[in-house]
C-alpha cells in the first residue's frame, strides 16, 4: 500500500503518537486527528437535553412490547 500526503504531518498540527481515525468516505481512505472527531463529537450532543441512556431504554422497551 502506498499513500500520497496532500500536507506534511507537521503542516497539520500531527506528531509522533498522533491518534488518527482511519475512514472511507466516497472511496477514499480520510485519516482524521482523534481530538478533531471527538470535538465535533461533542459538538453534536451540545443540544441533546435528555439522558441518551434513556432514550435508548425507551426504545427498547419500545421493541421489546411490539416483539411480545
Known sequence: VRFVLAAA???LG???GARLVALVE???LVLT???RLE??????????QESLAE???RER???AEKDA
Open 9 to 11: 504531518p507537521a503542516d
Open 14 to 16: 500531527l506528531g509522533p
Open 26 to 28: 466516497d472511496g477514499r
Open 33 to 35: 486527528p482523534w481530538e
Open 39 to 48: 470535538e465535533e463529537l461533542w459538538a453534536e450532543l451540545a443540544d441533546v
Open 55 to 57: 432514550e435508548l431504554l
Open 61 to 63: 422497551r419500545l421493541e
